[in-house]
């Protein structure tokens, strides 16, 4: 019974390609998160959106654009993908107001060749 | 600028030997320290927070301990499957966008265990 689902779990590309990751969360939390992680393992937040309405957003080049259909679902799409960009994307959720901590996807790494 | 330093970088312990895990930080108005555990090709998985010094929390062979400017993550008689890396992270409190639950991460301990 997974709380929080990334999908794929890995992507290889190259560069110059357009991706989308997805995100789904069944913990009826209000607060979904994307978290990029590097190869030092360093987490570090990306994109807030609390009931649909973007909330954090920290500087992330704009080839990166969040979207979020509904409360339970966050997707990240990536245009124009750099060798840069390679790396683990973590997508998270949480309840605002009542509990702040937050829980993760397993992640989805994503290699740019 | 939120700032979250963890030490040691690594840590290698034999089975049964106790330790302690720190997380130093600066934040204006904390409104929570977090400790995650994450597995190799894994998410982080929760496992404790902390809102105000002097609050401990346990969990099995875990005890995590908050101070004003540092928090401590003690295992004692650990095992080998508490090898993972061992993330720490603070939540600002305040109004706009911060209150919505931004987490600055520290850049963990690795943690492994000798049987």
């Known amino acids: 019974d997974t709380a929080v689902s990334q999908t794929p779990k890995y992507l290889v590309t190259q560069m110059g390609n357009d991706k989308s990751i997805k995100c789904e969360q069944n913990?009826?939390?209000?607060?979904m998160y994307w978290y990029k992680q590097d190869s030092k393992k360093f987490l570090k937040i990306m994109f807030s959106?609390?009931?649909?309405?973007?909330?954090i957003n920290e500087t992330v080049p704009n080839r990166f654009s969040p979207k979020s259909p509904d409360k339970a679902h966050l997707n990240l799409h990536i245009n124009s993908l750099e060798l840069g960009d390679s790396a683990v994307y973590f997508c998270?959720?949480?309840?605002?107001?009542?509990?702040?901590?937050?829980?993760f996807g397993p992640g989805t790494r994503l290699t740019v060749t | 600028e939120d700032q979250v330093t963890q030490s040691p970088e690594a840590l290698r312990l034999q089975e049964g030997e106790s330790s302690s895990l720190n997380c130093s930080y600066t934040?204006?108005?904390?409104?929570?320290l977090f400790w995650y555990r994450q597995d190799p090709g894994k998410g982080p998985e929760f496992l404790f927070t902390?809102?105000?010094a002097g609050e401990e929390k346990e969990k099995e062979r875990l005890k995590a301990t908050l101070t004003k400017k540092e928090s401590f993550l003690h295992i004692t008689a650990p095992k080998p499957e508490d090898s993972a890396t061992y993330l720490c992270?603070?939540?600002?409190?305040?109004?706009?966008?911060?209150?919505?639950?931004?987490?600055?991460f520290g850049q963990g301990t690795i943690l492994t265990v000798h049987p």
């Open positions: 992270a603070v939540q600002k409190g305040g109004a706009g966008g911060t209150s919505y639950g931004k987490l600055t």
């Open positions: 959106y609390n009931n649909k309405e973007l909330i």
């Open positions: 934040v204006s108005g904390l409104r929570g």
């Open positions: 913990l009826g939390h209000d607060t």
């Open positions: 902390l809102y105000s």
């Open positions: 998270a959720s949480s309840q605002i107001g009542t509990a702040y901590e937050q829980y």
